[in-house]
């Protein structure tokens, strides 16, 4: 389904940003609320990083029509069509963009250097909220997890060791251009991750959503919903690397945030 491009917006838009797992009705509710849609506004739900796009669609979709009566569309981008302008023109205009779970890696490869990248980002600079969950959510930083171990050959949900050139990274959609993503956080015990990664990035905010939790970013400022809890680490001091790639630092900033809270990214 195509829509009408939508009137320009003054306002840079926000980011809902969804750690995975269940989504709420509440965290549903909150999401349109965010995006705070007139009449004629429409939704998008870009299902490429998945391997099931219409089951993906079906299931979002659902959630969103019961808190929102805005029309909804998926747009399943493919080098094949990331040219064409009505899809192009939709996408730019839509209040709402919605990017679903799978692989990350995967959306974007078929949005990096594309006009699909530009129109995501003409949207958000006109207003819109974008939001993801799970790979939808690692997608929102510019140094983007792609999930991929380096030096733990064997894929577990924790790293086995704090060294340092574990995580492949890639360039994702830059709509955080100074904080780096991870999601499932508790869930997955991701703390070994997202400590490599500050240690990577030591000028970041890192960021760990859990499951059924969302961060929400207007500007700089960043509020938590849903049901679990968000970690952010950053600032480490005095961060080093032995001879044989081991981490270690003196000190670093720690939150811990549940919902209702609010911080500012440092950077």
């Not at 007139?38 to 939704?43: E, G, L, M, P």
């Not at 939790?213 to 600032?235: E, L, N, P």
């Amino acid at each position: 389904m195509l829509f009408p491009s939508a009137p320009l917006m003054a306002q840079k838009g926000s980011l809902f940003i969804i750690g995975g797992g269940t989504r709420s009705p509440e965290l549903i509710q909150s999401l349109v609320k965010t995006a705070s849609m007139k009449a004629n506004d429409y939704i998008i739900v870009l299902p490429m990083a998945t391997a099931e796009p219409e089951a993906s669609f079906d299931a979002i979709s659902k959630q969103l029509a019961q808190a929102s009566n805005n029309a909804i569309g998926s747009l399943n981008f493919n080098s094949g069509n990331v040219n064409d302008k009505k899809w192009l023109d939709s996408l730019s205009g839509a209040r709402l963009i919605y990017i679903v779970g799978g692989d990350q890696t995967k959306f974007m490869k078929v949005v990096v250097n594309t006009p699909v990248y530009q129109a995501i980002h003409k949207a958000y600079q006109n207003g819109a909220t974008v939001a993801g969950t799970s790979a939808g959510a690692a997608v929102m930083s510019k140094k983007m997890i792609t999930g991929t171990q380096l030096k733990d050959t064997v894929y577990k949900e924790t790293f086995n060791k704090l060294w340092t050139e574990n995580i492949e990274f890639e360039e994702g959609l830059g709509l955080l251009d100074s904080a780096i993503i991870d999601q499932h956080f508790l869930k997955r015990s991701r703390f070994n991750r997202l400590i490599s990664a500050l240690a990577a990035y030591p000028k970041y905010d890192c960021i760990g959503i859990d499951e059924g939790t969302a961060i929400i970013v207007h500007q700089k400022q960043v509020t938590i919903a849903g049901v679990s809890q968000v970690i952010r680490i950053a600032k480490p001091k005095n961060l080093k690397t032995t001879e044989k790639g081991l981490i270690k630092m003196d000190d670093m900033q720690f939150n811990l945030y549940t919902a209702g809270d609010q911080f500012k990214l440092n950077k």
